[in-house]
T-cell receptor, first 111, second 114 residues
Framework: GQSLEQPSEVTAVEGAIVQINCTYQTSGFYGLSWYQQHDGGAPTFLSYNALDGLEETGRFSSFLSRSDSYGYLLLQELQMKDSASYFCAVRDGGGGFKTIFGAGTRLFVKA | EAGVTQFPSHSVIEKGQTVTLRCDPISGHDNLYWYRRVMGKEIKFLLHFVKESKQDESGMPNNRFLAERTGGTYSTLKVQPAELEDSGVYFC????????????FGQGTRLTVV
């Protein structure tokens, strides 16, 4: 079957660094995405990795290892506003955004 | 520029009733997707439109669900008759032609079937 595994919850303090891991098992693989969703809000795109390595965008970085079917999202200098759910997602179709999402990691940032 | 909008934001209906959800994608976006999240679980793909054509509807759970996108603009997702297990948050997303690596999501419709 197709599945993405990520921790259900992570708690960290303001100013810290947190890493959210994602392992996947899918029939196809075109890339790994990360989305952020605040309660009641729309999931918003954070990053997309198609190739191995680290992509950095401000305080957020995303890493992919295709050989290990593994990726992570790294959040630095955590702020209270980073408290949200984070979804990893695999684009498994060659045409269109047919994307398989994980169940999400709920991040709690404490003062 | 307006984002993806969905209506209603919440809907509570009784088992056996019909509900129609609407999605207005970002203007000019050819690709439109429907997803569903059942409480605490993964966001599951339902189907993908390119303009008015169904590109992929492999995620539609059964024939009680009908999606349309007449004219290639807004889309509707009708559930008839609704069952308890249809409860969840239904998300719509859109992206421009040729952009397959990210999509812009609406805030979702929270459907509760009682």
């Amino acid at each position: 079957g197709q599945s993405l595994e990520q921790p259900s919850e992570v708690t960290a303090v303001e100013g810290a660094i947190v890493q959210i891991n994602c392992t996947y098992q899918t029939s196809g693989f075109y890339g790994l995405s990360w989305y952020q969703q605040h309660d009641g809000g729309a999931p918003t795109f954070l990053s997309y990795n198609a190739l191995d390595g680290l992509e950095e965008t401000g305080r957020f970085s995303s890493f992919l290892s295709r050989s290990d079917s593994y990726g992570y999202l790294l959040l630095q200098e955590l702020q209270m506003k980073d408290s949200a759910s984070y979804f990893c997602a695999v684009r498994d179709g060659g045409g269109g955004f047919k994307t398989i999402f994980g169940a999400g990691t709920r991040l709690f940032v404490k003062a | 520029e307006a984002g993806v909008t969905q209506f209603p934001s919440h809907s509570v209906i009784e088992k056996g009733q019909t509900v129609t959800l609407r999605c207005d994608p970002i203007s000019g976006h050819d690709n439109l997707y429907w997803y569903r999240r059942v409480m605490g679980k993964e966001i599951k793909f339902l189907l993908h439109f390119v303009k008015e054509s169904k590109q992929d509807e492999s995620g539609m759970p059964n024939n009680r669900f009908l999606a349309e996108r007449t004219g290639g603009t807004y889309s509707t997702l009708k559930v008839q008759p609704a069952e308890l297990e249809d409860s969840g948050v239904y998300f719509c997303a859109s992206s421009p032609r040729g952009v397959d690596t990210e999509a812009f999501f609406g805030q979702g419709t929270r459907l509760t079937v009682v």
